[in-house]
């Protein structure tokens, strides 16, 4: 169940860097159906489904597993931890909340007082009730890296929210793809890919070893369907969203049509993504060697890069049955 692995996913620990809890809990979920796995030297999850047709292409799918925290960069003697961001974090929407380290130490990341001044990550301390450098030590290093503490929650009947979902919701897409894959003609890899969040690391030297034929990135976009908002485009609950242009790249016109006719095959509504801004590991992939044909399928999700990114299970259905037809037609 879509909903099931989504889940199991949020909850993994998963910086940009420290990605390995999360490729491990994909392996676990999709061992028995893929015919490789390999972790390479970024920490990229790459695995294989052959394809039956020795001629057939070869598909990659890239779906990031690090999100957006914070590392530590120096410890106060109070006891109070000062972080800089790891990726785009909004100091504003960083302030009061509650964060997690790996080995599980918690904290309240707040802003002292601002004299003034707009607030910036400098303000902000996290507090895991120490009471000195030394207490704090013991518990957390500097370079320690914490996220937005995991959450999970439901809104009415079909959208969740959680800190995690960019780009947790995309590796489940991905999971449940090659789950649902049966005997396919074309070769599948799927790359759980790292260090997105801090420029499209992992995509671009697994793009690099994949060497497909033609490449899909998955990712969550941004929402034009809340008070005062309308851009991009994109509403939540009408269907995963098929991207032309964001500031990273053009689709490939046959690829991006490929997706579009995939999803009218499938009964599946698209709908069109134009982003002003913003990037995925599409662009990496597209970019690589003498370029790769690539197209990018968006889920739509709002307050993207805060502790409660929501979507519509009703847009990832949909987007497991499109990239079902894609890799058929393909
Ligand atoms: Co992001
Ligand atoms: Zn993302």
Same mark, same amino acid.
């Given at each position: 169940m879509l909903r099931d692995t989504l889940k199991t996913l949020l909850a993994a620990y998963g910086p940009s860097g420290k990605e390995n809890t999360v490729a491990e809990t994909v392996k676990n979920l999709i061992s028995a159906h893929v015919d490789s796995m390999r972790v390479d030297a970024l920490g990229n999850l790459i695995v294989e489904k052959l394809g039956?047709? +020795?001629n057939g292409k070869r598909i990659m799918f890239s779906a990031h597993m690090d999100h957006i925290g914070f590392v530590v960069t120096h410890i106060e003697d109070n006891g109070y931890l000062r972080v800089n961001n790891v990726g785009g974090i909004n100091p504003q929407i960083s302030n009061a909340r509650h964060v997690v380290f790996e080995n599980g130490t918690e904290g309240v990341l707040y802003c002292q007082?601002?004299?003034?001044? &707009? !607030? !910036? !990550?400098?303000?902000l301390f996290i507090d895991i009730? &120490? +009471?000195s450098r030394e207490e704090a030590e013991k518990l957390v290093q500097l370079g320690d890296m914490a996220v937005y503490a995991p959450d999970y929650f439901e809104l009415g009947e079909h959208r969740v929210a959680s800190p995690a979902m960019d780009d947790r919701c995309a590796c489940a897409l991905l999971c449940e793809l090659l789950m649902y894959l049966d005997d396919p003609r074309n070769t599948v890899v799927g790359v759980f890919s790292t260090q997105e969040e801090v420029g499209i690391r992992g995509a671009k030297v697994a793009a690099y070893s994949v060497q497909p034929d033609i490449g899909i990135a998955i990712d969550v976009t941004a929402w034009g369907d809340t008070p005062d908002v309308t851009l991009p485009s994109v509403q939540l609950g009408k269907g995963p969203a098929v991207k032309f242009m964001d500031a990273s790249m053009v689709a490939t016109p046959a690829v991006r049509d490929a997706m579009l006719k995939a999803a009218e095959e499938a009964g599946v509504p698209a709908q069109r993504e134009v982003l002003p801004f913003g990037g995925t590991d599409g662009a990496a992939i597209q970019h690589s060697r003498a370029g790769v044909p690539t197209g990018t399928l968006s889920i739509p999700c709002r307050y993207v890069h805060s502790p409660a990114e929501v979507i519509d299970m009703r847009d990832m259905e949909g987007g497991l049955k499109l990239l079902l037809k894609f890799v058929e037609n393909a």
């Amino acid at each position: 169940m879509l909903r099931d692995t989504l889940k199991t996913l949020l909850a993994a620990y998963g910086p940009s860097g420290k990605e390995n809890t999360v490729a491990e809990t994909v392996k676990n979920l999709i061992s028995a159906h893929v015919d490789s796995m390999r972790v390479d030297a970024l920490g990229n999850l790459i695995v294989e489904k052959l394809g039956s047709d +020795e001629n057939g292409k070869r598909i990659m799918f890239s779906a990031h597993m690090d999100h957006i925290g914070f590392v530590v960069t120096h410890i106060e003697d109070n006891g109070y931890l000062r972080v800089n961001n790891v990726g785009g974090i909004n100091p504003q929407i960083s302030n009061a909340r509650h964060v997690v380290f790996e080995n599980g130490t918690e904290g309240v990341l707040y802003c002292q007082p601002l004299k003034g001044e &707009a !607030m !910036m !990550m400098k303000h902000l301390f996290i507090d895991i009730g &120490a +009471e000195s450098r030394e207490e704090a030590e013991k518990l957390v290093q500097l370079g320690d890296m914490a996220v937005y503490a995991p959450d999970y929650f439901e809104l009415g009947e079909h959208r969740v929210a959680s800190p995690a979902m960019d780009d947790r919701c995309a590796c489940a897409l991905l999971c449940e793809l090659l789950m649902y894959l049966d005997d396919p003609r074309n070769t599948v890899v799927g790359v759980f890919s790292t260090q997105e969040e801090v420029g499209i690391r992992g995509a671009k030297v697994a793009a690099y070893s994949v060497q497909p034929d033609i490449g899909i990135a998955i990712d969550v976009t941004a929402w034009g369907d809340t008070p005062d908002v309308t851009l991009p485009s994109v509403q939540l609950g009408k269907g995963p969203a098929v991207k032309f242009m964001d500031a990273s790249m053009v689709a490939t016109p046959a690829v991006r049509d490929a997706m579009l006719k995939a999803a009218e095959e499938a009964g599946v509504p698209a709908q069109r993504e134009v982003l002003p801004f913003g990037g995925t590991d599409g662009a990496a992939i597209q970019h690589s060697r003498a370029g790769v044909p690539t197209g990018t399928l968006s889920i739509p999700c709002r307050y993207v890069h805060s502790p409660a990114e929501v979507i519509d299970m009703r847009d990832m259905e949909g987007g497991l049955k499109l990239l079902l037809k894609f890799v058929e037609n393909a």
